[in-house]
């Protein structure tokens, strides 16, 4: 009895060891798509650059793709789940927009980057900031430099990229997302705005947003707002239906406006971005 008890933990303890060496005789790496780093001259540093390109891509042919850039788009931030949602939406039996290459880019420092510059942080306490939360900030205008005068020209020139731009921004994305809206609203042709955190600079930006769009909006764009649960943050829920009842005003934009009760500020980007291309492109390949 004692032999057959060894003999049978002998077995078990060679199995154990044995079993990584088939497993990896069967397996190989599962690629989802390329990370490259890029040194912008702009922002005097280098970038990861994630980038989910479509499956039947081919850098000899002469398809071009549309593009969809992700504020948030680190391997640790929204790069992988977004992109999932648009490998989703793009197969061949949903086929709700073409098929599209996903950029996203890595933050190093997003309270600097995605605020504009303001004379002073007096109005942080009121949101619930200390001042020293932000020991960086009013950096939008050389990140918006970056993303239109380094970041696209490269993505179209090497990925074969066409004009059909779409960028996603949540929170203080949302923000940088909206500023460029307002500002640069050429740069995309999709705009999908999360709960934008407007409260930035006392609403400066909120305020100033109709006479920016009636000043520098020239083609229709496309938009999509979302805000989570309103009892969580009353004042964000108001902010981004401010928004979007300014937008909804202008003639060269179509926006909708979508509530998520049952999202968080926490959760609310990816139930929003799916929502947000259920939006921007209501028909599927079943309703065409």
Do not use: C
């Amino acid at each position: 009895m004692a032999l057959t008890r060894y003999r049978t933990f002998f077995m078990l303890v060679a199995l154990t060891i044995a079993s990584p060496l088939f497993s990896q005789n069967n397996t190989k790496p599962l690629v989802f798509g390329n990370s490259e780093v890029f040194h912008s001259d702009i922002l005097k540093e280098d970038r990861n650059i994630n980038i989910y390109l479509p499956e039947e891509f081919n850098p000899t042919d002469a398809t071009k793709y549309p593009v969809i850039y992700i504020l948030d788009g680190g391997v640790e931030e929204d790069f992988f789940h977004i992109a999932g949602i648009v490998r989703y939406n793009t197969q061949p039996w949903v086929e709700r927009f073409p098929r599209s290459i996903v950029v996203g880019i890595e933050n190093t420092n997003r309270r600097r980057d995605f605020t504009y510059a303001v004379p002073n942080l007096n109005f942080l306490e009121k949101e619930g900031f200390k001042k020293e939360s932000f020991p960086q900030y009013g950096g939008s205008e050389k990140y918006i430099s970056f993303l239109k005068n380094e970041l696209q020209p490269y993505i179209e020139k090497k990925y074969k990229a066409n004009n059909n731009r779409t960028i996603i921004g949540e929170s203080l994305a949302g923000l940088m997302s909206t500023e460029i809206l307002l500002k640069e609203p050429e740069m995309f042709n999709q705009y999908i705005i999360i709960s934008p955190s407007m409260w930035w600079g006392g609403e400066k930006l909120l305020k100033e947003a109709d006479s920016f769009l009636k000043s520098r909006l020239k083609t229709t764009k496309n938009i999509y707002i979302g805000a989570p649960n309103k009892e969580e943050d009353v004042r964000m829920y108001n902010e981004a239906e401010a928004l979007y009842k300014i937008l909804k005003s202008n003639k060269n934009i179509k926006v909708s406006f979508d509530y998520m009760p049952d999202e968080l500020h926490s959760t609310a980007i990816h139930q929003g971005v799916y929502n947000g291309f259920k939006k921007l492109y209501p028909k599927s390949a079943y309703s065409k």
